[in-house]
């Protein structure tokens, strides 16, 4: 198990510096970066002023080693726009972000794990069919589209949720549930399909023959066991969050890192959208490094192998 | 001789033999899943909305008339079959947009999700064929393009390059090709192994022989599943970029971009709005079942079980 989770660990270092390369090469996509960033019109004397005071000039080489170099000690460079290290401005959004995201994914988790164990219990019945027809309509409604007619409602026509800002729960409900909608929908087949799965196993048979009651036998025996493969999907599906995150950031106003970035981009801000990218997709990794490592410890089997 | 050999032992196992699309075929599906069915009736109502645009838009989707600016649909007050989804802030027939921005969305989608699938499908057949280090860098990359949260790269990516037709085909294929590549990696490892490969290898078949016809084949039904059900997603993605204002540029009508343009106008004139959402839902919703449907008739190892 320690070689399992050494390899994890290298695996996992791999990654994050391919996240590197991947943001640092972000800048040279359209070829110059001084192009990208100087305001249109401006002087070959300036351009050259500015590749030279950047380090454009140096071999790609050279110039990547010292983004990493910088990138390791926090340092992305200064805001384009803000005037400040880009680091400590997304770090300071982050605490949104994380609150979103996470009652996003507690409150799909909440939702879907009553709705899929109903189903698998009542196979073929009557709440099976409305669990996986709210399912496939949840895993079909573009979440933007969502947000916006939940504002109409329950902002507009009904007054009762505020339309933007980050304040107490009721800033939250609305953007979480429309990020929590596809997710939701996702672990409600996930949870209905292990759970059937789980309910054929001999030891549920085993508990239903010492005579414990259908309740007991769902909840405390089959459960447990259906709920194994849900960890590792949440943790798979939090890169798809962080992104539902991005679009609902912006039509909440909500103050997070999705919405600064996208401020950013729209800005050709890059040492924010390099920082932020290299950010966000590090967190990705160390999610999912975290969930496969927490599988180990959920899952005996692989523990003892 | 070995060709002949070579065809006795090649067993496509029937449930996994590629689809022949045909009027038996379909008469099988409506009756083995009338899910799929109405999928597949959804999907074909789209397709032919955006291949026959020009004849089912009642106007040009690009004519602005400002003197009928934000008429509602027609069985409002105030309402007209004339504009039988009313009008936007500029005065165009929100019907004939709707049309016409199921070109785009379909063409977006299929051909990224082509793109993507003819990516995936050979990066996961040359790392679970030839396996060793090739697999590892293979399956080393796939991790890293899975670390990113897609729709930021994606509009990072737009956005430096520019938002044409071309270069979204080329981001959103970026975002689909990992699941092709890990699904027809662990397909052909095991096939490596069979038997009937092993015996073409020993007659001597080259290894991009193998993999073309045989491992190639044993594969097709899964991947067709996926790309029916990424195309969904890429749909779902393409009006989200679209919304964000990185998607097809104006003038073109695309299903998102209607959507953000209604936000101003949301309490006045809802339906702006509400269409192209209902749209790009049932759009999906057909691809979804179509997908599932597919999924349960030609791969009966991923039937759900019900």
């Known amino acids: 198990m320690r070689a399992y989770i050494a390899a994890r660990l290298v695996t996992a270092v791999l990654v994050i510096l391919g996240v590197s390369v991947v943001s640092f090469f972000l800048t040279f996509l359209t070829g ?17 002023k500015f590749r030279a005071e950047w380090g454009f000039d140096d071999p790609l080489a050279i110039q990547y080693w010292r983004f990493l170099r910088r990138a390791v000690h926090g340092d992305f460079g200064v805001s384009l726009r803000h005037g400040q290290s880009s680091l400590p401005l997304i770090a300071a959004r982050l605490p949104a972000t994380l609150q979103l995201t996470v009652t996003a994914m507690l409150l799909a988790i909440v939702l879907a794990v009553p709705l899929g164990v109903l189903a698998a219990t009542h196979r073929g019945g009557k709440i099976d069919l409305i669990a996986m027809g709210v399912a496939l309509l949840g895993q079909s409604v573009p979440n933007f589209w969502l947000a916006i007619m939940m504002i109409l409602l329950f902002a507009v026509s009904w007054g009762v949720l505020p339309t933007s800002g980050r304040g107490g ?3 939250v409900v609305m953007p979480a549930a429309a990020i929590a909608i596809n997710l939701m929908a996702l672990l409600t087949r996930l949870v209905r399909t292990t759970m059937i799965e789980v309910l054929a196993e001999d030891y549920v048979r085993t508990a239903r023959g010492k005579g414990l009651r259908e309740v007991f036998v769902h909840t405390r025996h089959a459960l447990p066991n259906a709920l194994i493969p849900l960890v590792t ?14 679009v609902i950031e912006t039509i909440f106003t909500w103050p997070g890192v999705g919405l600064f970035t996208i401020q950013a981009i729209l800005n050709r801000d890059y040492p924010v959208v390099q920082a932020s990218v290299f950010i966000l997709a590090t967190a990705v990794v160390l999610i999912n490094l975290a969930v496969d490592l927490l599988y ?3 899952d005996p089997r692989i523990r003892v192998a | 001789m070995s060709g002949r050999v070579e065809r006795e032992s090649a067993p496509v196992s029937p449930a996994l033999r590629a689809p022949s699309v045909g009027l038996a075929w379909l008469a099988r599906l409506a009756r083995r899943s009338p899910l799929a069915t109405v999928g597949a009736v959804i999907v074909g109502l789209v397709i032919v909305a955006a291949l026959a645009a020009p004849l089912l838009a009642t106007t040009d989707p690009i004519d602005q008339d400002l003197t009928i600016v934000l008429k509602p649909p027609f069985w409002l007050e105030d309402g007209s079959l004339r504009h039988p989804l009313g009008t936007d802030h500029l005065g165009r027939d929100v019907y004939s947009r709707l049309v016409y921005g199921a070109r785009i969305s379909l063409a977006i989608s299929v051909l990224a999700a082509l793109l993507g699938a003819a990516v995936g499908v050979a990066a996961g057949l040359v790392a679970g064929y030839i396996g060793g280090r090739v697999d590892a860098i293979i399956m080393r990359v796939v991790d890293l393009n899975l670390a990113f949260p897609l729709i930021l790269l994606a509009l990072a990516v737009v956005a430096l ?26 397909l052909s490892l095991t096939l490596r192994e069979q038997e009937f490969v092993q015996a073409i290898r020993a007659l001597g078949a080259h290894d991009a022989r193998i993999i073309a016809r045989h491992v190639l084949p044993n594969v097709l039904a899964p991947v067709m599943v996926i790309w029916t059900l990424e195309i969904a ?16 540029p104006p003038p073109t009508p695309t299903w998102g971009r209607m959507l953000a343009e209604g936000r101003d106008y949301l309490t006045v004139a809802g339906w702006i709005s509400i269409f192209p959402g209902l749209a790009i839902m049932v759009t999906v919703l057909g691809i979804n079942f179509l997908g599932d449907g597919l999924r349960d008739l030609l791969d009966p190892r991923l039937r759900r079980q019900t």
Do not use: C
Not at chain 2, 163 to 183: C, D, E, F, G, H
């Open chain 1, 233 to 246: 999907v949440v943790g798979l599906q939090f890169g798809y969050i962080l992104g539902g995150a991005v």
């Open chain 1, 169 to 171: 729960f009721a800033h």
């Open chain 2, 233 to 248: 997603r890429v749909i779902l993605m393409e009006s989200a970029l679209s919304f964000l204002g990185l998607g097809v």
């Open chain 1, 32 to 48: 110059d970066p001084a192009e990208i960033m100087l305001p249109p019109g401006a002087t070959a004397v300036q351009i050259a």
């Open chain 1, 296 to 298: 180990v410890w959920l």
């Open chain 2, 161 to 186: 390059l520019g938002a044409s037709v071309k270069n979204l085909v080329i981001v959103m294929s970026i975002t689909t090709w990992m699941i092709y590549a890990r699904v027809v990696r662990g």
